[in-house]
């Protein structure tokens, strides 16, 4: 009765349209947060037969959920706890995202530790693969300049050692404004100048994601990461995502479990916050906020019940919503289609994120667990 | 902002003398890839161009230290522009000075070589 189906197919198409986008460059799909939402291995899955240059993730776990599922794909992983087993990850081939010299000590010591054992068991050793990460201006995880000297002479070092091997440099941006963004590719070429100093020469270097590889295409480079647009959902809440060619992967819908008549004047759900104006149907559908319906949703956020469209009626509540849909005739077991792809008449997330005051990624990421997952057009 | 200039005149006939009569002088002021082009060893006169980009090197940055002949090679990048590859000691002392970009020109006629550097924050 709750259910999150996911187009496999819109996927695919979403992979192939954005890597004939960026061509020459390469192109990674991020699959963090269980894929934006949509669930970690079919989307991989999916995204893998269409063809990428690896797969971007937050944390060794989901780097491990991933080669669990036998997806060989290369990965890259970046945001490493204090308890991060890097071990782990040189064993399993998945490349390690370093902005701090603690990071970057930590995967020395790891390194050190696998080839100790190889050389016991005679297997050959290997190096770490990292992508270093300048902070060229979003100020989260990355090297600042000063620390981003000391970090690319001690990766220098260790890949002189045949300890780690730089394969990426990196950054990411902070979309604040056309002007910011230009200070941060620029800021992203002096890292990789002073890279150059240092005797670091990259395979790739990537700092492009969904919104910047369509506001400047001219700074993609070997390799981008892209994550939003790869689920079909536009990175600019001003923009449709069929404007870039995109095809949004996600819809959410419920089924109606109850219909009444209710007369002029009837308050509905917490607090009465809707009032029916004159004799009418309710609907009732058994999504709510635990489900990832926001509950601050005061704009009266769309739904699409028979191909027409309505608006939820009052407080979302936990479990359920209530949808007036006047004289319609509607029936028990109708769909209603919380968001969707607007091609087939559904809202979208973007409504959703408008009237809740907050963006799509948001809402995709946070469909709760009791949603029903129901995966279509798999290879 | 620049932050050191430097630039040395090698004159190519003493410097081939000096090859010649210490064999051993080569290894030790270039490593084995900047000796090579394409897989050809380079002409003397392009090594005595490669020694006073080392040499302007130097100079650009203020001081010798503890800088090794090794830790500097020479290098053309895919369009033939040379360039230094940093490593070790020359690259922390670079990097220790500021520095972000190296700037390198060598050129050769009557008998010398020629190279400047410009050192950039």
């Known amino acids: 009765m709750r259910e999150m189906l996911v187009d496999l197919e819109a996927i695919r198409h979403n992979i192939r349209t954005l890597a004939a986008r960026v061509a020459p460059a390469a192109l990674m799909p991020v699959v963090k947060a269980d894929a934006y939402g949509h669930g970690l291995i079919p989307v991989a899955r999916a995204a893998s037969e269409a063809g990428v240059a690896g797969f971007g993730v937050v944390d060794l776990d989901e780097a491990k959920a991933l080669r669990a599922a036998a997806i060989v794909d290369p990965i890259l992983a970046w945001l490493h706890g204090p308890d991060a087993d890097f071990t782990w990850a040189i064993a399993n081939h998945v490349d390690l995202g370093v902005g701090s010299l603690e990071v970057l000590e930590r995967v020395g010591i790891a390194v050190r530790t696998v080839n100790a ?21 979003l100020g989260r995880g990355g090297a600042t300049e000063e620390e981003w000297r000391r970090l690319v002479l001690r990766a220098a070092e260790l890949q ?90 996600m819809e959410l819908a419920g089924t109606l479990v109850q219909v009444k ?9 917490y607090g009465h916050r809707y009032v029916t104006p004159s004799e009418t149907t309710l609907a009732l559908v058994p999504l709510g906020y635990a489900d990832g319906l926001p509950r601050s949703a005061s704009g009266r956020p769309p739904v699409v019940i028979r191909g ?72 | 902002m620049i932050l050191g200039i430097g630039a040395d005149l090698v004159d190519v006939a003493r410097f081939e003398r000096a090859m010649s009569r210490t064999p051993r002088l080569r290894a030790r002021l270039f490593s084995e890839p900047e000796m090579m082009r394409d897989g050809q060893p380079l002409p003397l006169r392009s090594l005595a161009g490669r020694f006073a980009a080392k040499e302007a090197l130097i100079k650009a940055l203020g001081d010798s230290g503890d800088l090794t002949w090794h830790d500097m090679p020479v290098v053309s990048d895919a369009l033939g522009n040379p360039g230094f590859a940093l490593r070790g000691t020359a690259a922390a002392a670079v990097l220790d000075r500021g520095i972000a970009r190296i700037h390198l020109t060598m050129s050769h006629d009557a008998g010398v070589a020629i190279a400047f550097v410009v050192a950039e924050s």
């Not at chain 1, 008549?261 to 759900?269: E, M």
């Not at chain 1, 973007?350 to 667990?369: M, R, S």
């Open chain 1, 117 to 137: 054992f190889a050389e016991r068991s005679g297997a050959e050793s290997r190096p770490a693969i990292v992508h270093l990460k300048a902070d060229t201006g």
């Open chain 1, 160 to 249: 002189e050692a045949d300890e780690i091997r730089v394969r990426g440099v990196w950054s990411h941006l902070a979309n604040a404004s056309p002007e910011a963004d230009r200070a941060q590719f620029e800021a992203f070429d002096r890292a990789l100048a002073i890279a150059r100093l240092a005797g670091i020469a990259p395979e790739v270097r990537h700092i492009e994601s969904s919104a910047s590889m369509l506001t400047h295409p001219e700074q993609a480079r070997e390799l981008v990461r892209v994550g939003i647009a790869a689920y079909g959902v536009s990175p600019f809440g001003d923009r449709r995502p069929a404007e870039f060619g995109l095809a949004p992967a």
């Open chain 1, 261 to 269: 008549r209710v007369p002029a004047g009837h308050g509905v759900s």
């Open chain 1, 308 to 379: 027409k469209r309505y608006r939820i009626a009052g407080t979302i509540a936990m479990d359920q919503v209530v949808i007036d849909v006047g004289d319609d005739e509607v029936r028990v077991g109708d769909r209603a289609v919380f968001w969707g792809d607007p091609a087939t008449g559904a809202p979208s997330v973007q409504e959703w994120a408008d009237a809740a005051g907050t963006i799509a990624y948001e809402l995709l990421t946070k469909v709760g667990p009791r949603v029903h997952r129901r995966y279509v057009n798999g290879g």
